[in-house]
Each structure stands twice: as C-alpha cells, then as structure tokens.
C-alpha cells in the first residue's frame, strides 16, 4: 500500500496560514541581502528550508501561505531592479507559483519514498531527503524562478550564474533549515543532561573564533570545521549538529558576500559564493549522513535492546500465563511486564463484548496522564504499528488524545481465540523506530500467547465446571460406580460404593467382586454375565442384582455398565454405575400391598354403603374382612348394654361361624372398651380362641367416641396379626361407620313415626293460631284506616275555624275594622303567628297521613327548578337578613328545565332551607346546584351547630327533634323534614344528610331530571 500524507488534506486554520505567510516574506527579505548581485538568487535561501519542514508539519493545505508570501518577497525583490509592473507582476507569480510547487513536490517526495514525515533517522532516508528535497523540487523552482527572470528583465546572458546560484541557494536553504525545524523537540532537549547543553555552546563559541581568529589568516583551514561537527555530531546529537552547520553557513555566507573569507577566489563573486555553497552542502550532507549513521546504529542498538527486554517480557508472560488462574489477573501482570520489562510507556488489554462487538477496557498499566480509550474505538481484527494505526478509522478517537498525551507512537493488535477476535492489545511508545519487524512479530507472538492462555483459561475452567457438574451429578443421585478388570479384580470405586457398603477403599481395591460383593446364589449367574461382558464382548447393558454389604445386609442395584478397551480396541475390563433401588423395590411392594388394602377397603365400603339394615350390614362387615384379610374366621360383637353379644360369625367358604360363646374364652373380650388385642399364637396366651385357630386378633369398634362392640378375626395358621395393626383398624373404623349408620337409620326410623305424630299435633295448634292472626290483622288495619279518616276529617274541621281566625286577624291588624292600639296589635300578631303556624301542622299531619293512606296525589307540570328555588330563597330573605345571616348562591345555571309537583319541590325546598336559617345563628346559608346525569342534587349548607352522628338516623322520624333545649329555642313539630324526605322519594328522589358537629350541616335533595 503506498503511503500517504498522515495529516488530512485540509487547509490549516487562516491565523497559521497568516504567520507562515508573514514568515516566508521577512525571511526572504532577510535572504536578499545574500543574493547574488543584479539578481533574485541569494546564495542561501531560507524560506525554502521553513516551508519544506511546515509542509512535512502540517501537510500540502500550507500552499496558499507559501504562495502568498514568495509573491509578495519576490515582487520586492524584483521592484527594487526597476521592472516595470507587468514583467513584475508575471515574474512574481511564476516565481511564487515555483515556490509553493518546490514545498509541495519536496514534502510528496519525501514521504512517498521514505514513508515517513521524519526523515533524518536513517541514512537512506537522509539520501531519500537530499535527493527529493534538496535536489529535485529545489531545482524545479530554480528552473521556474531563472527562467521567469530572465524573461522579464531579458538578461539571459546571466542565465546559467544564476540558475546555479538559484538551485545551490535552495538547497542550501533545504539542508540547513529543515534539519534544524525537523529534529527540534522540546522534550527531547529538555531529557538532555545539562552537559550535553554546554557543550552545544562550547562547540558554538569554538566555531566562532576559529572563523574569526584562525581563518582570515589561513583560509584553508577552514576545513577543519568537518572533523569539529563530525565530533560535535557524534557528541551532541542531530538538533545541535544541525544548529551549528546552519550557523557555519551564516558566517561563510556573510563572508563571502563582504568579500572576505576563506572562499573568495579571483575573479568574478560568483564563482566565490558557488564555493561557498558548495562548502555548505557538502558540511551539511556529511553532518545529515553521520548524524543519521549515529542514530540508525544507535537504533540498531537500542532495537536490540527492545528485543532483548521483548523477549525477557515474552518470557515473563509466558510463566505468568503457565501459573496464573485468573484471566484479570493475567493481563494486569502482562500489561505490568510490558511496562517495566518491555519499555514501553502505556500497555492496554480490552475485551470485545459479544453483544455489542466493542472493545471495552479490560486491564491497563503505565502512565496514563488522563488518557482513557473511547469504548469500541479501538480496532481489532488486524495488527497495526505506527505509521499504519495514525491512519485507522477505528483509531481516530484515541489517535488524538495519546498524541496530545505525548505518546507519539502506538501498535495494536487483536487477540484471537479459536481463531475469532476476542480482544486488542495495544501499546504506546516513546520513538516510532523502537518497533521494527521483528519487534512486530513478539509483540503479535505475546498476543497470540495471550489468546491461546485465555482459551486454555476458559477450556480449563470448563472442564473443571464439567468435573464438578459431573461430580456434582453422581453425588446427588447416588450412584455407585464400579471398574473391573478382566479378572473381575476391583480396579477403582467411588465414595458412593464404600458408604453403602461399609467397605474402606484400601479393602476394596484389588478384591475380587464376586468374592467379596455378590451373595453366593447370585455368583454363577453374574460371573457368567461378565465373562460374556469380557471375552465375548456380548455386554449386558442393564442388569439388577444384590450385593453385600459388610454387615452382611442385601442391597439391590440397577447398573448400567459399558466395556473398557485399549488403544488396539480390545477389551480389558468393564465399569458399571449403579443405582441403589433396595429402598425403591420395598417401596414398590409396600405400594403394591397399600393398593391391595386400598381395594379391599373400596369393596367393604361398598359392601356397607349397599344397606342399612344392622343384621344385614353385619353380615357385609364381616364378609369384607374376611376377604380383605384372608382370615379363616370373622366373629362380629355389638354392645347390648353393658354386655357382648354375638351379631354374626363367618368361616372361610362361606360356612357359618359358631353361634353362641362356645369354645370362645370371654375374658378376652371383657374389656370392651381397651386397645386391639393381637394374639400371634394361641396356644401360648391363656385366652383361648374358636377351635382350630391359631392365631387371631380383636378389633374395638368404636366411632366418635362410642363404642359399638368388638370384632373377632382368627387364622387356623400361625399369623403376625399385629405387623398388619394399621390396616386391620382402619378395616375395624370402616366397620363402625357401616355399623353406627344402620344403627342410626334404625333410631332415625323410629324417631320419624314420633315426629309425625307430633307434626300432625301441631299442625291442628297452628291452623287455629293463624285463624285467629288474620282476625288480629283485619282489625288492625280497619284501625289504621279509621285513623288516617280520622285525622283527615279532622284536619279539614280544624282548618275552617283556623283559616277564620287568621282572615279575621288579618282585618284587625289591616285596620279594616278600626284603628288598634299598639297594645291590642302585638297580642293580635302573636294569635296570627300561633294560627299559622298551627295550620302548617295542621297541613303536614294532612298531607302524612294522605302518604300513608297512599292517596297523595303529585302534579306532573313542566317548571324551572332554578326560578323555584331562587323564589323560595326570596321567601325567606328576611328571616336571613332578621338575624344577620348572608344566603348565597352557588353554582346556579340560567335555568334548569324540570318536570312534576313545582308546588311540592318548593315545600321541601322551604322547608330545608328555613331549618338552615331556624339554626344558624352566625355565618349563612349557601344552596349549591349541582346537575349530573340523569339527576339533580340541590344542596342546603349552614353554619350552624351541627349534628352528632350518632343522631343523624333520626332526624328523618315523625314528630322527633334531637335536641330538647334546641326545641324549646326554636318552634318546630319534627314532622317537617319525615314529610320532606316522602315527598321526595314520591317524586323518585331523596334526601340525605351530612354533618360536622360544630360547624354546620347539609342537607342535599336528589330529583330526577326531565326527559329529553
């Protein structure tokens, strides 16, 4: 891949452009008082040496500054000739035009054939420099300048002086300058012992009275200059041996132009100052050349030792990675080696995650100064050394910051795992030559060590997770694990075998298996197994026998064995994993034996739940138990009493048992009310049994808590009756289940023919009973009628004279019959007052006992609930406004359409809302409207005392007020709020209550809205 400009093709910020142009044009000025007389061609020409070492800086984008500032120098230069303006002009713009094209081609030059921006490391390089720097492009300017000179002022007679003055002044100026702008760094000099400084000055001083005390008196020792910058060369570095050439070719310059100095020849001054600039060159490439020489031998030296300490980190991280476990653990100690054996400034391992494919920060060692890698910029898959990684995209985030950092050179390099990027190792260096091809290959051996370690790493772990799952697996299942030669001898065992056996390891190993495991009934047949198993390979996959263990206790196993072979495939022995099912098979026989008894107690329920007739159910009992037991004999007992008496006996095949006692000893049954009685054998127990039974046992029959009897079950065999005790009691419960409820059905029959007796008594109790309720409840209501015509007919005879008393008050105190004095007027407003409020009850007695007769008849008229309700409130404005109480609206719409009794809603209305002002003695009264859907709440809030709501439930009861001193304050019958509360619900509404004692109440009315 050929190389290309390490910096973007980009033109520099216009502030740098400015300077480089300013620069070019003042040292130009400053190179024409070395110019070759009559001409533009000085004999050293500095601002070729500045814009060759800014474009090897900055790049090609410095173009304009060059061009800019040569036009400028040159159009002075050539003003001051006498030109006339066009001439001047197309010179000036040929020559600059010259200028620019000599930094450009110079800086291609050079980084295209040495691949680097930093050319004087390397003797080829050196000549790479001066062949494309200082020769090529500086004669192509020389050519362009001459020519665009002697163009304009027609002097072509001088053509050949000044185009050799020309080209030998630019490289003049190439060799001088450019070495000096291009090995000047800072740090550099500042890591230089203070000796080497002085020196520098000392060699500074020397050169300066050589040239003034020695060479004016003997000009041909001017040649010891070279031995003095070879020493000084070799002594004080490259920066200061180009320092002291450019001050050399000052002094000769000066010199020579003053017409002094060891080179002024006779004759023309040209000649003089073409010795003097090839004087220059010369001292100038053999100081490159040497200077380079010095540092490429000194890098041989120094790579060497890179690899040397490569090699010892190699090494290091080769033993890190044979001991080291932990994969942290690992690249921490391999970015630590890199650091202190290795050289390098900075060491970085990171991971790529598989989710994401970025490299994230893993381990990191040496001087950071700040620098943190951006995550998943850094590039893996591919090895990159500098120069390469300045150029990765991938690179860029963490190429500007190590640079800013000091960290002029960098490599990268993935680490592979099975072939797959799984990482990148990187490392920041001080000098770009420290890493050469061989320092490549360790640098990416010690990746790939690292990728194989971490693999290894991984693969040891899994394995070791596999042993422990595997181990963890045979622990938890139990098995036992067995390897046999072909001999049958016991080559290994698990810890499983030994604990179930109670063997030690060292008993084991060795033994024959036969011998020592298999019970001796069993051997043929396994020894046939495995002798088929080794000599015939005919293996018995799976197989179940007993071993012994040590205690001589029998344990089954289920195995599952393979054959084990040799290299050539033949068979040397068998291994077998087992698995104990001793514990397994007797849980099988119990299972098996528990759905015996399960079935047998299926059929005896079925048996019992068939009938409820006693004799009949214990003749099924007996039967069932029987079968269920195998027994030869079933006796059953029922408690008469106190006493025992044979219900029914059975007697395998069906035969009756014995009928009576006889033969029976009576003893054993005496205490009815203890445990079962299990007699294994009869003939050593003093009770005896039924003739011909050996053993029997002697079940209790009990259910909650009572005692029905005993039943009797006898084996004319020897028999354990009590290793079956469960079983048989559960059978004997089962038993008195049946038994108890045949006898309860008897009980229950009886208790039944009782019951209809006395039902049918009662029955004739209770027809009379009813007869003389309904009478009860005719008179009853003909009384409640009675009542509401009474007080009908009597609020209408007292609303006549009530209405004539209140007319006829009404003209006295109008004044129609006389005038009053004001004595006569109260007492006539007090009997207006009293009749009033009389004729109120009168009214509201009169309309309750309409509800209650149900004759209350509503109007259904269409009004605005809105006006009703503001006409009430007005009613009422100066009762308010009597004891200084505000009545406030709130929330009233402009009209709320409403249709039923407008004349009833306003009772209720003025009815809650004049119980507000009757008892809020400060404050007011707010009603709220509050439209919903489908219904209208019309909310009366006060301030007054409040209610306890302990008594809320009985504000709504008929002639009841709470409070009896509230009562006697203000007037009132308790009917009002009973009467609103049913008009409402008549009118599909409500009202309801709610109260905070001492700070008011609210009394909300809900009525339907009209239909749309």
Request: aromatic share 6%; with cysteine.
């Amino acid at each position: 891949m050929k190389p290309h400009w390490h910096l973007p093709w980009k033109r520099p910020p216009l502030t740098h452009l400015a300077a480089l142009a300013a620069a070019y044009f003042v040292l130009a000025l400053l190179s024409l008082h070395l110019a070759f007389p009559g001409s533009n061609a000085s004999s050293i020409w500095i601002p070729t040496g500045l814009v060759i070492a800014a474009c090897l800086r900055f790049g090609p984008g410095i173009w304009p500054a060059v061009l800019v500032g040569a036009f400028l120098a040159n159009g002075v230069i050539l003003g001051r000739l006498g030109l006339a303006p066009g001439p001047l002009l197309a010179a000036s713009l040929v020559t600059s035009l010259g200028n620019a094209s000599e930094a450009i081609l110079a800086g291609f030059l050079i980084e295209r054939f040495t691949g680097t921006r930093h050319p004087f490391n390397r003797v080829a390089h050196v000549l790479q420099f001066i062949l494309g720097g200082a020769v090529v492009a500086t004669f192509a300017s020389a050519l362009a300048g001459t020519l665009a000179f002697c163009a304009a002022t027609g002097r072509w007679e001088i053509f050949r002086d000044v185009g050799a003055a020309w080209w030998l002044g630019d490289a003049a100026g190439a060799l001088v300058l450019v070495p000096v702008a291009m090995t000047f760094r800072r740090r550099h000099l500042a890591a230089l012992p203070a000796k080497v400084h002085r020196n520098a000055v000392l060699a500074a001083g020397l050169i300066l009275a050589f040239w003034y005390g020695v060479c004016p008196f003997l000009p041909p020792l001017a040649f010891f200059f070279f031995p003095l910058l070879v020493l000084s060369t070799a002594r004080l570095g490259p920066f200061y041996a180009s320092s002291l050439v450019a001050l050399l070719a000052t002094l000769a310059t000066t010199s020579t132009l003053l017409g002094a100095g060891p080179f002024m020849l006779t004759g023309p001054l040209s000649g003089s100052l073409l010795l003097q600039q090839g004087f220059i060159c010369t001292l100038a490439i053999t100081t490159l050349v040497l200077a380079a020489a010095l540092q490429e031998r000194q890098g041989l030296e120094d790579r060497l030792r890179v690899q040397n300490r490569l090699y010892r980190t190699l090494s290091e991280v080769n033993q890190t990675i044979v001991h080291c476990e932990d994969r942290i653990g690992l690249l921490r100690e391999t970015c630590r080696l890199l650091v202190e054996l290795g050289g390098f400034q900075m060491a970085w391992l990171g991971f790529q995650e598989e989710a994401t494919g970025c490299v994230v920060p893993g381990a990191t060692f040496g001087h950071l100064g700040g620098l943190a890698l951006p995550e998943g910029a850094a590039p893996a898959g591919a090895s990159l050394a500098y120069p390469a990684c300045l150029n990765d995209p991938a690179y860029a985030p963490w190429r500007a910051t190590a640079l800013a950092k000091g960290y002029e050179a960098q490599c990268a390099f993935p680490i592979l795992k099975a072939g797959k990027v799984a990482g990148a190792l990187m490392a920041c260096y001080g000098d770009p030559d420290d890493l050469g091809t061989e320092e490549i290959r360790l640098l990416g051996e010690l990746a790939g060590d690292l990728g194989y370690a971490l693999g290894a790493m991984e693969t040891r772990v899994d394995l070791v997770e596999s042993e422990r799952r595997f181990r963890a697996t045979l622990e938890n299942v139990k098995l036992v694990a067995v390897s046999l030669d072909a001999g049958a001898a016991i080559t290994f065992c698990n810890d499983h075998l030994l604990q179930v056996t109670g063997w030690s390891r060292e008993e084991v190993l060795g033994r024959r298996w036969f011998d020592l495991f298999i019970p001796e009934e069993d051997r043929p047949r396994v020894s046939a197994a495995l002798d088929a198993s080794v000599n015939r390979g005919e293996i018995q996959i799976h197989n179940e026998n007993a071993i012994l263990t040590r205690g001589g206790e029998r344990r089954l196993i289920r195995w599952n064995n393979t054959v084990l072979r040799d290299r050539a495939g033949a068979i040397t022995g068998t291994i077998g994993l087992g698995e104990d099912i001793t514990d397994q098979k007797h849980a099988e026989e119990a299972l098996l034996q528990r759905a015996v008894q399960l079935s047998a107690m299926n059929e005896l329920g079925n048996r019992l739940s068939t009938t409820l007739d006693v004799a009949t159910c214990a003749r099924a009992a007996i039967q069932g138990l029987l079968a269920a037991t195998d027994s030869d004999l079933a006796m059953l007992f029922l408690r008469e009493g106190t006493a025992l008496r044979l219900k029914d006996s059975v007697q395998r095949g069906g035969g009756a048992g014995p009928t009576g006692e006889e033969g029976l000893e009576l003893s054993a049954l005496e205490d009815a009310d203890g445990p079962a009685v299990y007699v294994d054998d009869v003939a050593s127990d003093p009770r005896r049994g039924a003739p011909g039974v050996a053993s029997f046992a002697i079940l209790p029959l009990r259910k909650a808590g009572q005692n029905l009897g005993r039943l009797v079950l006898g084996s004319g065999r020897p028999r354990s009756y009590g290793d079956e005790a469960t079983f048989l009691e559960t059978l004997a419960a089962q038993a008195s289940t049946g038994i108890q409820n045949a006898l309860l059905h008897e009980r229950l029959k009886a208790h039944a023919a009782d019951l209809e007796c006395r039902v049918e008594e009662r029955t004739a109790l209770l027809r009379e009973t009813n007869e003389d309720l309904a009478l009860a409840v005719e008179r009853a209501q003909a009384a409640d009628r009675a009542k509401s015509a009474f007080l009908s007919a009597m609020s209408h005879e007292l609303r006549t004279p009530l209405n004539s008393v209140i007319g006829f008050t009404g003209v006295l105190l109008g004044g129609m019959a006389g005038p009053l004095q004001p004595q006569q007027e109260e007492p006539l407003r007090i009997v207006q007052r009293n009749g009033r409020h009389l004729l109120d009850l009168i009214n509201d007695v009169l309309d309750l006992s309409k509800i209650e007769a149900s004759e209350m008849r509503l109007a259904s008229a269409p009004y605005d609930l809105v006006q009703t309700l503001r006409e009430s409130m007005e009613t009422l404005v100066p009762a308010a406004e009597a004891k200084g109480l505000a009545l406030v609206r709130q929330d009233f719409p402009e009209a709320l359409p409403m249709a039923g009794d407008r004349r009833r809603v306003s009772q209720i209305f003025l009815n809650l809302l004049s119980n507000a002002v009757k008892f809020t003695e400060a404050g007011g009264v707010t009603v709220q409207v509050l439209p919903g859907q489908g219904r209208v709440r019309v909310a009366v809030r006060d301030t007054g005392p409040g209610i306890a709501a302990r008594d809320l439930h009985r504000l709504f009861r008929e002639f009841e007020q709470l409070d009896e001193g509230l009562a006697r304050r203000n007037e009132g019958t308790g009917l009002g709020l009973a009467l609103s509360r049913r008009l409402a619900r008549l009118m599909d509404g409500d009202i309801e209550a709610a109260s905070d004692l001492g700070r008011g109440s609210t009394f909300t009315l809900t009525l339907p809205l009209a239909s749309a």
